[in-house]
């Protein structure tokens, strides 16, 4: 039975560096399990609004923060000084969850770049979670994101880290609903801009993580829109090609044909949802 309602809240973590991200949390009644949310490049834990409601009222206490350089918390926009902050501060998300709900099985999920962090954090990490989902992840960038440019990243990284250039994402790449893509543009939150060094850690992450697959230590799934045109399905299926496979691990991908990038956004995004859920129960049984 669905709870009758979903008590949403607002607060902040510690990173250990001296400053603190914003973060949103919708808790149904009686939480059964949790889900940590990583969103992706550009955007912010408010667009998860619908999926994290969906999800809460199925028994989800679900966590999502803004990550540094996005949304309400601090830094400059599109900048870290080393892509593996990201990562250490979904582990601090992680345990905040845990502190609420000690006793509750955790999944990790992660959306495009979030989707490369927490695929990362699996494989080199071990993190303190049960499940590991990556939605669309960024582990083969579009064809159109010029190699000279992330060439240009590799060697100013040293000498102007925070330089700011347009990622040039193309919004219309999104989603299939242009009510979406209408709403990205308009989002004050929203932004474009990728630094330096940021870009450069991004592209050693992604060939750090494409050729460990086999390291990753739970049950994993991977979700991908077969049009997606912004980070190939490509990368997803030679991740999953790559992984300890076979009944009892549990992982499994799924691609959807006709998706874009945003499959948590696309008009028939509860199937993807129903099919995440589906994957939950199924690997919890196992």
Not at 85 to 109: E, S, T
């Amino acid at each position: 039975m669905e709870p009758e309602y979903i008590r949403r809240a607002e607060d902040y973590f510690e990173t250990g560096r001296g400053s603190r991200l914003f973060f949103r949390s919708w808790q149904p009644p009686l939480p059964e399990r949790v889900i940590i949310l990583v969103h992706g490049f550009g955007e912010h834990s408010g667009r998860y609004e619908k999926f994290a409601s969906w999800f809460s009222r199925r028994g989800f206490a679900v966590y999502a923060h803004d990550q540094q350089g996005h949304g309400h918390s601090p830094g400059k926009r599109g900048h870290v000084d080393q892509f593996d902050y990201f990562l250490d501060d979904v582990q601090r998300l992680i345990a905040v969850a845990a502190i609420d709900h000690p006793h509750l099985p955790r999944v990790l999920i992660g959306h495009s770049m979030g989707g490369l962090i927490v695929t990362s954090l699996a494989c080199t990490r071990r993190p303190a979670v049960n499940f590991v989902v990556a939605s669309s992840p960024a582990l083969s960038l579009s064809p159109d994101i010029s190699p000279v440019k992330l060439r240009m990243a590799q060697l100013l990284r040293r000498i102007v880290p925070r330089l700011s250039m347009s990622a040039g994402l193309d919004a219309s790449g999104l989603s299939s609903d242009a009510n979406v893509v209408q709403d990205y543009l308009a989002d004050p939150l929203v932004h474009g801009q990728v630094t330096v060094a940021m870009g450069a850690g991004m592209s050693d992450t992604i060939l750090r993580t494409e050729g460990a697959a086999g390291n990753v230590g739970v049950p994993m799934l991977l979700l991908h829109g077969e049009s997606d045109p912004l980070c190939r399905v490509e990368g997803s299926r030679a991740f999953y090609a790559g992984m300890q496979q076979g009944e009892q691990t549990g992982s499994a991908i799924r691609t959807y044909p006709d998706m874009l990038h945003e499959i948590f956004n696309e008009p028939d995004r509860e199937k993807v949802y129903v099919d995440l859920l589906e994957w939950i129960l199924r690997v919890e049984s196992l």
